[in-house]
């Protein structure tokens, strides 16, 4: 189908420095206050709504309605993953993840987390355990005590810090410096099993923009090179593979409103009710909040200008 492209208005300041007459110049001053970096913008081809839960975030639909994105300003963000309550398996848990106070009251949206870890389909380490092996070569969710969330792969654009809490493994990635990773050869189970044993599936995935953004993607019923050309479409240049299957992808805004939190999933197709991630889940997921310092987001997968390009749910 054909893509409409809409202009985003991103707001910039330009500062112009002029030079003083004569042979000397002036003494810069320094300023008073750190400077901040500016609120990225969401950016064509696909059609960018900011969401009120929060100006750093944007939601965008495309074919038809079964495909639908969350972009996120990781300058203005912070994420918290909370392990789930049977997956990933033998996870340890502290006291602030059994107590949803801990993340709802700042909750401005969230998202579902990775397969099963009897899947072997990539390793998991939370807060000092190494619950199965980190691989290299595997598309990798790290995120630290900053708050800040990593993209990439293993052992070449990421590697453990001190300050990593939680490192998320899922299969080689799915877009890799803008270039789709599906091949004509790939079987049935080559991007996670499907019910049934088909191509067709629920699926999500997160990518990360040249400019650092970070894109979440929920896809209805959408082959592996559909999800990973639709991420593309929306300007990641790298994505990793999230869950999939029936209701286990999942991902949702929230607004604070008089003293209560009304959440919202950003696609009609996701099969479950926001409060899913108010509480302890079954599954690890992701929970976002507005930063109170913002910070300047990196990204080694990150690497060039993205390309426009026409993408099909399938």
Known sequence: MRHRITNVIGAGVVAIALAACGST?????????????????????????RSPASP???????NHGYVSFLWMDPTHLQYRFIPGTQWPEGSPHTKADRRPSSWTSTIVAAFDGGFK?????????????????????LASLAVRSDGS????????????????????????PILDNGVVQTSPSDGPNTWGHAIRNTLWANRSALGVTADGALIFIFAHRASPEGLARE?????????????????????????????????KAINAYVGRPPSSYLQPYSKDFIAVRERTTPATPTSAAATATPAASGATNG
């Open 25 to 49: 110049a002036p003494t810069p001053t320094a300023p008073t206050t750190p400077r901040q970096p500016a609120p990225l913008a969401p950016q064509p081809p696909v059609r960018w709504k």
């Open 56 to 62: 750093y975030l944007a939601v965008g639909t495309t």
């Open 149 to 172: 969330l990593h993209l990439g792969v293993w052992g070449r654009d990421l590697h453990m810090t001190k300050d990593t809490i939680a490192v998320r493994q899922n299969l080689p």
């Open 231 to 263: 991420l593309r479409f929306a300007g990641a240049r790298f994505g990793m593979v999230l869950d999939m299957n029936g209701t286990w992808p999942a991902v949702y805004v929230y607004q604070h409103t008089g003293g209560h939190i009304v959440g």
């Open 117 to 137: 870890l009897t899947d072997h389909t990539g390793g998991y380490y939370y807060r000092g355990h190494e619950v199965s092996p980190l691989r290299d070569g």
